[in-house]
């Protein structure tokens, strides 16, 4: 009786794992939905921290890879740059 039952067990499982592999994971921000694996600036409060989407336990998540985002700073104009501007205008 018992190979019965593995047998059946076994075919419960062929017939529901395929419809589980086809989930896809998105998660939301601001009213926009990212795919699994997409980083994103999150801004919370004050403070803004970079994170991924993931999927933990089947579930969309926003995982938080650092405590800040990357920024870009711009390097100043020599002081002789911004008279030459300053006197254009």
């Given at each position: 009786?018992s190979r019965?039952?593995a047998?059946a067990?076994?075919?419960?499982?062929?017939g529901v794992?395929p419809?589980?592999?086809?989930?896809e994971c998105?998660?939301?921000?601001?009213?926009q939905?990212f795919e699994q694996?997409a980083?994103v600036c999150i801004r919370?409060?004050?403070?803004?921290?970079?994170?991924?989407?993931?999927m933990?336990?089947?579930n969309?998540?926003?995982?938080?890879l650092?405590n800040?985002?990357?920024?870009?700073?711009?390097?100043?104009?020599?002081?002789a740059?911004?008279?030459?501007?300053?006197?254009?205008?």
């Amino acid at each position: 009786m018992s190979r019965v039952a593995a047998l059946a067990s076994l075919a419960f499982v062929g017939g529901v794992l395929p419809a589980f592999a086809g989930i896809e994971c998105r998660c939301l921000y601001r009213g926009q939905e990212f795919e699994q694996g997409a980083v994103v600036c999150i801004r919370i409060g004050a403070r803004a921290r970079l994170a991924r989407c993931d999927m933990v336990l089947n579930n969309s998540s926003w995982t938080f890879l650092t405590n800040a985002c990357p920024t870009a700073q711009l390097t100043p104009l020599p002081e002789a740059a911004v008279r030459t501007l300053a006197a254009r205008s």
